[in-house]
Structure formats: C-alpha cells, structure tokens
C-alpha cells in the first residue's frame, strides 16, 4: 500500500493552487479568470466561478487552521467579496446576480457555506455595508422557484440558511420543499439519484451526500437539521461502503459521469464521512481513499506545471466539456480537499491508513440502485462496472445513448468514446442492432431485469426497445443523451456474467438483423478482449450457429462509419474475431488518455437467437478462452479463463 501524504503535504498542495489561481485575478479580487477557452456562460461567470470555488479551498484552508496565520488568505477574499457584491462595481469586477443568470446560484452556494464556515474570519470583520452588499446579493434565492429538482435543490438551502443565520431573509416553506425534494432522490443502498432520473454518478457522492454533512452544522440549520442528521448519516454510510469500492489501486475514480473535468472532488464524500464519523468505514481507510484520488491526478499532471487546473482529466482535453463548463468549473475539485478544514488532531489525520478493498483483495458487488456490478481486480488494480441500471433517464424513454451513462461498462482505466461519434453512434461497452445504412441503435430507456451475486459469480441484466436516433442539432450537452427523432430498431435483452476481470455476455433480440458488440475502449498499455463464445441451444429449441471460430487479430479498422479514423492497431492491444460470415474490426478514436481502439463483433442472428462473447479488460495480452451454453430453462453454464466452470440461472424476462 502506498504511504500516505501528510496534512502537510495536503495544506502545501492547496496553498499551492490557491497561490497560482489568484495570480489571474482581477484588480479587486472578485473576478479570477483562469487560462483557458471562454466558457459556454462568458467571461464573467467564468470569473464569478474562479472565485466561488477557490473560495471553497481558502476557506477549508482557514476553517482548518482556525484562521491562525491567514489573515492575508482571509483578507484577500474579503476584497473580493466587497468588489464583486459592490451595485456601482465596474464589469470587470461586478458579480453576475443570481436573477441574471442560472450559474450564479450554483456559486453563490459556494459563498455562502464558506462565509458561514469562516464566520469569525471573514464575515464578522466585514463592515456593515459589505454584509449588507452580500445579503442583497444572496438575496434572490428566496422565492425563486426555477432551481431545477436535481442537487441544486442544495444551491437554493445553503444560501437561504445563511441568509437566516445573519438577519436576511429566507422562507422556512422553501427551506422544508428542499429538504423533501432531497428525501425524493433517495434510493435503496444509502445511494440518491440526481433528480427523478435515473442519473448515478459523481453527484450522489460531491454533492448529494456531502451538503446534508456540511449543511447540518451551519448556524442557521439546526432546527432543521436535529431531526435528520442520523438518517442523513446512516445514507452515508450505507453509501460509502460502495464508494470505496469503486476507486482504483492507483486512485483513479470510476471514469462515469458528467463533470469528470472536476477530477478529485470525488473524494469529497470520505471526507464527509470523516467530518460525519460514520461507523462503518475507518478514519484511516477514509484518509487514505481520498489521498489516493487527490494525488493520482496530482501525479499526473492536475494541476499542471504553474499550479493550475485546466479543462481534462490528467492533463487539458477541452472535449470533456460540458456546454456548462469554463475555465474556472475544474475549481469543484476544491471540495475533494475538504480534508484541510480538519485540525491535525483529527482522527482522520491521526489514525493509521487502511488499504483499499482493491488493494486487499478481489472485489465483487452488486448495487442495485445504480443497477451496477462492481468488479475490482487486485492482480491489476482496475475497478470495472458493469451497467444495467444508469441511463441518465427513464424506463421507457427514447433519447440516444449518453456515453458517459448508458454504456453496459465503465472502468477506472478506461474512458467512454466522447468524439460525436461516441454520442450518435454507440460502439463502445455497448450491444446495438445495426441497420442496412450502418446506423446503430441506443438502448437508453431499458429496463433492469437483475442485478446481483450468485455464488462467485456477478449477475445483471436489462431488456429494452432499441431505436435509431436522429439527434436535433446544436443541443446543449449537460451530460444526458441527446434528443431526436426516435426509429424502433427491436427489442435487446443483455446479460452480463462477471467473474473476476472477466465478463461473460450474453444477448438476444426480438427480430432478424446484425447485431454489433462493441468491448472496452483500450489505450496501449491495456488489452481488450473480445471473443465469442459457442452456445448451446437457445431456448426456443433451435440451434444458435456454430460458426467456425478462428480468433484473429485486427490490425486495421474495417470502418464505414464517419467521424472514426483508421489507424494501424498494436496487434498485442485489442483482440477480435472473425465469425463465419461475420465481421469483427476494431475502431480507432482520440481519447483524454490517448490514442484509443475499440473491437466490435457482428453476428447475423435471428429473433431468439442468443449470442455470446467473452470481453475482458487486462494488462496480459494472452489470449483467454472460455466457452457459454445456455438451456432451455435459462441456465448458463460457463467456463471461465481459469477453468472453473459454473451454472448461473438468467431470470426471465
């Protein structure tokens, strides 16, 4: 297990971003506009950005050191709160108002629990026309009724406890809607979906978990929050008890979702968990799962050479963008280092470090939430999710593919094709029906059918209409699947046996036609299995073809689609398959981790006929076998790369 960084380190590190953020601030200090391509907002919400999450850092930083020897720190920000509140303060240090534009209230949240964090050192030296200035301000969250029913139901309670706390004015009616809008996301497993939807990702953890932490202890919460705080609590727990789970050895953090560019705010909920002293997981296992992710990026480049953070994972990649995203949105990664706010006395600082459950052992669950199978591999340290639950929508819907959500896998190695391609035409982790012009079907919308551990063995799986989407042009991406004209392509029904790093996947469809298995997207330092296996009968009682299976390596892409290269493939990096008359091929794309190659399977089927593949993401470039039958009474028998066999019933449809 690597050593963990000390709290010293941490304070150097945030020291070190504060230090270089606010050298591209405005003369006021109420705008920092850090380098990079104007967002999709303009300059300004960039620059109120820059500030509001920065202000997240300097105040953890000062909270944790009890203001002791950062009076410059506190009064820095202090200018800046006093320039850009200031109604007479020129466009380049006036703060966009929360009635002028939808972002502002995300920040102003951010404000208003530092100020309320930092009360006797900020707020309570301001003189009493900027704390006015700052209630007028924060003053349009009350009866705003347009904060959308998703985590900003937090943006709209944190301002208006603050306002409570200092005599402005605030609605206990809307204060009581947030919180109920809140319990509505609640799911089973301490997990909350990010809205109505089901929308699983990094939010459940930096947001969704972590206000009602940092909410409860405000001043102007706690009639409130006395009669939530232990269920609240209890959630985070349930939930950290998965979320551990899912960083890998080397800390990376399950690459799914939107807002990935803000890179180590995923380990913001373990220190919730600290600051909430949940029972179930250790102070030092807590520590140590939120060092692990702050420093794989700080060691590979986040922030970058002159302290800063830019738009990318590792390093720059502006197409990890949202519509939403400026240069200074990557600053949400502030709430990843809320570890600072806590004295050095703190056990979380004092405990000894307890390994991760990947740095242990193997690791196999089921969450049936998010609908995932969580399948961490100790031999190589990468966690793998197999998806049959999270779309970013609902059951029923007919939008195209996100593929940051609704892919069948996702990984701590490995990152979704995000070019245009990637979201009008799914390959990736995906099974689609493939129609005459080379149009692939998405599934979004299906519905689950499984998930769970049978024996050693991971089950899950999902049956839905797939249809061809035709996506409206110049839509706005906040992460979902894009709208359009929606074409029935015929039902799919997947399932996914997982063992090990190892899943087994099983499909069929309700009509003649192609279908296409698409295998992890593989940068060259990791292998890409795919490779199909014979099955027995299907269960209508006819023969799935036997074709003559000889495994091949592609190393050119047989590729017709637009908007994908063709590129020469190390023949050791992605394994395919020729099939009878089928076609295997591997497609070529640019990825934030570098040159990425995706191996796609065709079968011509017919309806009920089941095929199956064998997908396996691996450091080891030798080839794996394994064999797939399925009986009639939907049991499948499997022998794995290992040479364990094992029998695992499928549950009907």
């Given at each position: 297990m690597?050593?963990?960084?000390?709290?010293?380190?941490?304070?150097?590190?945030?020291?070190?971003?504060?230090t270089?953020?606010?050298?591209?601030?405005?003369?006021?200090?109420?705008?920092?506009?850090?380098?990079?391509?104007?967002?999709?907002?303009?300059r300004s919400?960039?620059?109120?950005?820059?500030?509001?999450?920065?202000?997240?850092?300097?105040?953890?930083?000062?909270?944790?050191?009890?203001?002791?020897?950062?009076?410059?720190?506190?009064?820095?920000?202090?200018?800046?709160?006093a320039?850009?509140?200031?109604?007479?303060?020129?466009d380049?240090?006036?703060?966009?108002?929360?009635?002028?534009?939808?972002?502002?209230?995300?920040?102003?949240?951010?404000?208003?629990?530092?100020?309320?964090?930092?009360?006797p050192?900020?707020?309570?030296?301001?003189?009493?026309?900027?704390?006015?200035?700052?209630?007028?301000?924060?003053?349009?969250?009350?009866?705003?009724?347009?904060?959308?029913?998703?985590?900003?139901?937090?943006f709209?309670?944190?301002?208006?406890t603050?306002?409570?706390?200092?005599?402005?004015?605030?609605?206990?009616?809307?204060?009581?809607?947030?919180?109920?809008?809140?319990?509505?996301?609640?799911?089973?497993?301490?997990?909350?979906?990010?809205?109505?939807?089901?929308?699983?990702?990094?939010?459940?953890?930096?947001?969704?978990?972590?206000?009602?932490?940092?909410?409860?202890?405000?001043?102007?919460?706690?009639?409130?929050?006395?009669?939530?705080?232990d269920?609240?609590?209890?959630?985070?727990?349930?939930y950290?008890?998965?979320?551990?789970?899912?960083?890998?050895?080397?800390?990376?953090?399950?690459i799914?979702?939107?807002?990935?560019?803000?890179?180590?705010?995923?380990?913001?909920?373990?220190?919730?968990?600290?600051?909430?002293?949940?029972?179930?997981?250790?102070?030092?296992?807590?520590?140590?799962?939120?060092?692990?992710?702050?420093?794989?990026?700080?060691?590979?480049?986040?922030?970058?050479?002159d302290?800063?953070?830019?738009?990318?994972?590792?390093?720059?990649w502006?197409?990890?963008?949202q519509?939403?995203?400026?240069?200074?949105?990557?600053?949400?990664?502030?709430?990843?280092?809320?570890?600072?706010?806590?004295?050095?006395?703190?056990?979380?600082?004092?405990?000894?470090?307890?390994?991760?459950?990947?740095?242990?052992?193997?690791?196999?669950?089921?969450?049936?939430?998010?609908?995932?199978?969580?399948?961490?591999?100790?031999?190589?340290?990468?966690v793998?999710?197999?998806?049959?639950?999270?779309?970013?929508?609902?059951?029923?819907?007919?939008?195209?593919?996100?593929?940051?959500?609704?892919?069948?896998?996702?990984?701590?190695?490995?990152?979704?094709?995000?070019?245009?391609?990637?979201?009008?035409?799914?390959?990736?982790?995906s099974?689609?029906?493939?129609?005459d012009?080379?149009?692939?079907?998405?599934?979004?919308?299906?519905?689950?059918?499984?998930?769970?551990?049978?024996?050693?063995?991971?089950?899950?799986?999902?049956t839905?209409?797939?249809?061809?989407?035709?996506?409206?042009?110049?839509?706005?991406?906040?992460?979902?699947?894009?709208?359009?004209?929606?074409?029935?392509?015929?039902?799919?029904?997947?399932?996914?046996?997982?063992?090990?790093p190892?899943?087994?996947?099983?499909?069929?469809?309700?009509?003649?036609?192609?279908?296409?298995?698409?295998?992890?997207?593989?940068t060259?330092?990791?292998?890409?299995?795919l490779?199909?296996?014979?099955?027995?009968?299907?269960?209508?009682?006819?023969?799935?073809?036997?074709?003559n299976?000889?495994?091949?390596?592609?190393?050119?892409?047989?590729?017709?689609?637009?908007?994908?290269?063709?590129?020469?493939?190390?023949?050791?990096?992605?394994?395919?398959?020729?099939?009878?008359?089928?076609?295997?091929?591997?497609?070529?794309?640019?990825?934030?981790?570098?040159?990425?190659?995706?191996p796609?399977?065709?079968w011509?089927v017919?309806?009920?006929?089941?095929?199956?593949?064998?997908?396996?993401?691996?450091?080891?470039?030798?080839?794996?076998?394994a064999?797939?039958?399925?009986?009639?009474?939907?049991?499948?028998?499997?022998?794995?790369?290992?040479?364990?066999?094992?029998?695992?019933?499928?549950?009907?449809?």
């Amino acid at each position: 297990m690597p050593e963990n960084h000390s709290r010293d380190d941490w304070l150097a590190l945030a020291d070190r971003m504060l230090t270089a953020a606010r050298r591209h601030a405005s003369p006021g200090h109420a705008l920092i506009n850090v380098p990079g391509t104007e967002g999709g907002f303009g300059r300004s919400v960039d620059g109120l950005e820059g500030f509001a999450r920065t202000f997240l850092l300097a105040g953890f930083r000062i909270a944790g050191e009890r203001g002791r020897g950062l009076d410059e720190l506190a009064e820095w920000y202090a200018a800046g709160l006093a320039a850009g509140t200031d109604p007479k303060a020129p466009d380049e240090e006036r703060w966009t108002r929360l009635d002028e534009h939808g972002q502002a209230k995300v920040e102003a949240a951010s404000i208003a629990l530092i100020l309320d964090l930092t009360r006797p050192w900020i707020w309570d030296r301001l003189t009493p026309q900027v704390q006015e200035q700052v209630v007028d301000y924060l003053s349009p969250a009350v009866g705003d009724d347009t904060y959308p029913q998703i985590n900003w139901v937090w943006f709209r309670l944190v301002v208006q406890t603050f306002l409570r706390s200092v005599g402005g004015p605030w609605s206990g009616t809307e204060m009581v809607d947030d919180l109920r809008a809140h319990d509505s996301f609640r799911r089973s497993g301490g997990w909350l979906a990010d809205g109505p939807s089901r929308a699983y990702d990094h939010y459940t953890g930096w947001a969704l978990h972590l206000y009602p932490i940092l909410w409860a202890r405000m001043a102007g919460a706690s009639d409130l929050a006395d009669s939530r705080r232990d269920r609240d609590i209890a959630d985070l727990d349930r939930y950290l008890r998965d979320a551990i789970t899912l960083v890998g050895a080397d800390g990376s953090p399950l690459i799914q979702g939107r807002s990935l560019t803000y890179r180590f705010a995923a380990a913001a909920p373990f220190w919730a968990g600290a600051l909430a002293g949940v029972p179930s997981t250790s102070p030092g296992a807590l520590r140590h799962a939120a060092d692990r992710i702050v420093h794989h990026f700080a060691d590979h480049g986040a922030p970058d050479a002159d302290g800063l953070l830019s738009i990318g994972w590792h390093g720059r990649w502006p197409r990890i963008a949202q519509s939403y995203s400026g240069p200074g949105s990557p600053y949400w990664a502030s709430k990843g280092m809320l570890g600072v706010a806590l004295p050095a006395g703190h056990p979380v600082w004092t405990a000894p470090a307890e390994p991760l459950p990947i740095e242990t052992g193997d690791v196999l669950r089921a969450v049936r939430a998010p609908g995932w199978l969580i399948s961490g591999s100790k031999a190589d340290g990468i966690v793998r999710v197999i998806n049959h639950g999270t779309d970013h929508d609902v059951e029923g819907a007919t939008t195209g593919d996100s593929p940051l959500y609704a892919r069948i896998g996702y990984s701590t190695a490995t990152f979704p094709i995000l070019d245009e391609s990637g979201w009008t035409e799914p390959l990736d982790q995906s099974v689609v029906l493939v129609d005459d012009s080379g149009r692939r079907s998405h599934r979004t919308g299906f519905r689950t059918l499984d998930v769970r551990i049978d024996g050693e063995v991971g089950v899950a799986g999902s049956t839905g209409v797939a249809h061809w989407n035709t996506p409206i042009p110049d839509q706005r991406d906040h992460g979902s699947g894009r709208l359009g004209q929606s074409v029935e392509a015929g039902e799919i029904t997947v399932f996914s046996l997982v063992r090990g790093p190892w899943e087994i996947r099983l499909a069929h469809t309700d009509r003649a036609g192609t279908l296409r298995m698409g295998g992890w997207p593989v940068t060259a330092d990791l292998h890409s299995h795919l490779i199909p296996l014979i099955s027995a009968p299907n269960v209508s009682g006819t023969n799935v073809s036997r074709p003559n299976v000889r495994e091949t390596n592609v190393r050119v892409a047989n590729v017709s689609e637009t908007n994908v290269r063709e590129a020469n493939v190390r023949e050791t990096n992605v394994r395919a398959t020729n099939v009878g008359g089928a076609n295997g091929g591997v497609e070529a794309h640019d990825g934030p981790l570098g040159a990425t190659t995706v191996p796609w399977l065709d079968w011509p089927v017919g309806p009920g006929e089941w095929v199956a593949a064998l997908v396996g993401l691996s450091r080891d470039p030798a080839p794996p076998t394994a064999t797939a039958e399925i009986d009639h009474g939907w049991e499948v028998r499997a022998t794995w790369p290992d040479g364990v066999t094992t029998r695992t019933p499928l549950t009907k449809e």
